[in-house]
C-alpha cells in the first residue's frame, strides 16, 4: 500500500470506523511518515457509480423539464462553498487572467461567481451523462473530459485552473494534477479548495471521541474520500506535485455539524454551538481549521 500524499508506504490502523457499503468493508489508515490517512480498498468503478452523477446532486433532478438551476450565492456563514467564493474575491485571482476551468463542478457556483468578475469559464465532469445534464440545466460549458477534448482537440490553455473538493476523492490525485498540465500554460495559476479532514481543531476532537466511542461498530456511509489530510501533509501533497506555493490558507466549516440552531432539536443545537466554539477556538491559530484554500503556479522545468 502506497500513500498517496507523501509515497511513503508504513501504516498504521487509523481510528475511524470500518465503513461497508456495496458489500465491501473499507478500512482507514495512517502513513507513518506524513500522518495523512487513506482508505483501503479504493472503490471500483461500480462503486464509484453508485457514489457519483446526479444520484449525488438532487437539486438537479427536482427541476421540471426545460427549468434552469437559478443560484443563490449567499451560502450560510463558514460553508465550504462561501469559503471558495470568499477567497477567489480575497485573493483577486482576476489579477491573473480571464479564462477558468472548474474542474469537478458540480452544480458550476464556482463558474457563475467568477463569471460575474468578467471570467470565461469552462466546468469539466466526470461522467459524460452528468455533464450533459448539467450543461442543459445551467446553460454552461460543462463537458466530461472526453467531449471536452473533443470539441477543443487543440488543447485549450487556461489562466485559471480550479478544484473544489476534488483532489479527497482521488484515488491518484498526483497523476491526476499531471493529467491537467495540458490545460496549463506557464502562468496558469492552479486554485484549489479541499477539506482537511485530519487537521488540528476541537470539531475534528469531538468526532474522533465520537469514533471512538463507536468502537470497531462500523459505518454504512459512501466511502467518497480517499485520503485525509492535515496543515502539513496537504502541502507536502502540493510541493510533491511540483507547485510553486502563492496562497495557502486554512479556514474552518460547520460540516459536518449542523449549520443552524434549533430549539425544537437540542442535540443538534448542541453540536451547532460546540462548531461554532470550534472555529472561535481555531482563530487563535493560523494552522488550525478543517478546510484549506491553496494556489500556485507549476514549476518551470529547466
Ligand atoms: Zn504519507
Known sequence: MECLICGGNNFKPYYYPPNIFNNKTFTYHECTSCYSARISPFPNDEDMALMYGSNDHAYLLSLKDGEQLSYSLNYPKYNHQGFQLH??????????????????????????????????CYGIEF???????????TGLDIYGFKEFSERFPGEKKFDIIHLGHVLEHSIEPKQFIESLKKYAHPETVFVVDGPLEKNKCLSRFIIKCGSLL????????HPQHITFTDFNSQLTFFERAGFTKLNYEVQEQMFPFPSEFKISHPFRSMLFLLARLSINISKLNSKWG?????????????
Open 214 to 221: 463507536k468502537g470497531n461498530r462500523s459505518n454504512t456511509y
Open 127 to 137: 461522467s459524460e451523462d452528468f455533464a450533459k445534464l448539467l450543461r442543459a440545466k
Open 290 to 302: 478543517n478546510v484549506f484554500h491553496y494556489a500556485g503556479k507549476l514549476k518551470r522545468k529547466s
Open 87 to 120: 477567497f477567489f474575491k480575497k485573493y483577486n485571482y482576476k489579477q491573473y487572467g480571464t479564462t477558468l476551468l472548474d474542474i469537478g463542478c458540480g452544480s458550476g457556483f464556482y463558474m457563475n461567481y467568477a463569471q460575474n468578475f468578467g471570467f470565461t
